[in-house]
């Protein structure tokens, strides 16, 4: 039925396939028996792997079961989901949170339940497919500004409306390892009485003291009218996402958000590998250290070879290239010498480019290892 789509994906150099790993997720993985030093993983922290963290998931696995059996409002919620709540709202500094099925359906449900008929929605370029989606299933009138532009978002935000603003922004940009420019988003937000809705997915577990998240890497407490959407799939090495804010807006989404409403229960054992997740962060200081030693340890080693890296600012370091061809050549020269690092492509960034992400776990020879192989790709 698609063929001749597919086949147009595939003369375009376009066509995506899955790679499976046989292996946990780590500095290294096992693809088709084959072990690669891996710079393609959120799992800023390793903790998908850390024993205290799968311990915490097979003990409640025994205890509660595989699956949740039905939504929150039903049976499927645990007292540890309302723990993890309790946690992560504490975690992030806000009043209560809510817990969603993944990071992509908090967004897809939270922000069509908190922007209406009548509201502007003022949504960054570059933001999230989750959050575009979001956007076009609610009513609000939906206006994009350029990416990071503060002044083309007063520009938008100045237009008169009958009911609520909301300016939604990813606090670090997923493809380019960019920060948001949080500080004059707030100013903002708060001259002209706007929500900010910020997705801190990559952020929570990385930024800020203790891996708090933007605001925290701002020092920028979190005010009673920022929303602050995350997930436990990225750092904190789980699943699921989170909505964390003021009661009201908590207790509003318990009774207004779709994904929330119509959607099982997250499985106990991941509920609980979460709050495990978070508690390692807390309290293991040496976790973000090593994480950020190791990224300037990336970016000091490949700033020589030559490769323009955007604006990034954080582990996630693309290289951006001329096209995609060059894309996929380095990244299959990579693939070809062990080390596992795919090409991002249009429609997913405009500009093609090899991302890479950089992990506590990474040792300095692993670092050392991808710069010598580049070098000889480029
Ligand atoms: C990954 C990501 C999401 C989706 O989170 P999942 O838990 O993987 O569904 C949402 N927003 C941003 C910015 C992301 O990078």
Known sequence: MFEDKLQELNDSSLLRVVRDRQSPQGR????????????????YLGLSAHPYVTAAASETLSAFGTGAGASRLLSGGTVLHGALERRIAAFKGAEAALLFGSGFSANAGAIPALATEGDIILSDERNHASIVDGCRLSKAKTLVYNHRD????????????????????????????????????????AKYGAVLYIDDAHATGVLGGGGKGVLSHFGSAPAHWVIQMGTFSKALGSYG?????????????????????FSTALPASVVAASIAAVKVVEEDKGLLGRLWENRRLL????????????????????????????????????????????????????????????????????????????????
């Not at 290294?28 to 891996?38: A, P, S, V």
């Not at 978002?153 to 100045?158: A, D, F, H, P």
């Not at 606090?171 to 004059?184: L, N, T």
């Not at 290289?319 to 070809?336: K, N, P, T, W």
């Open 150 to 189: 503060s002044n083309h978002l007063e520009s938008l935000i100045s237009s008169p409306a009958r009911g609520r603003k909301i300016v939604i922004t990813d606090s670090v940009f997923s493809m380019d390892g960019s920060i948001a420019r949080i500080p004059e988003l707030l100013e903002l937000c």
């Open 28 to 43: 290294e993985i096992r693809i088709e028996g084959k072990t690669y030093l891996n710079f393609s993983s959120n799992d």
């Open 299 to 378: 970016m000091d080693t490949i700033n020589g070879l030559g490769f323009d890296t955007g604006d990034t600012e954080t582990p996630i370091v693309p290289l951006i290239l001329r096209d995609v061809e060059e894309a996929i050549r380095i990244s299959g020269h990579l693939f070809g010498r062990g080390i596992y690092a795919p090409a991002i492509r249009p429609p997913t960034v405009r500009r093609p480019r090899i991302r890479l992400t950089v992990t506590a776990n990474h040792m300095a020879e692993d670092i050392e290892r991808l710069a010598q192989t580049l070098k000889t790709a480029h």
């Open 241 to 261: 996402g989170f909505i964390a804010a003021n009661g009201d807006v908590v207790q509003w989404l318990k009774n207004s958000a779709k994904t929330f409403m």
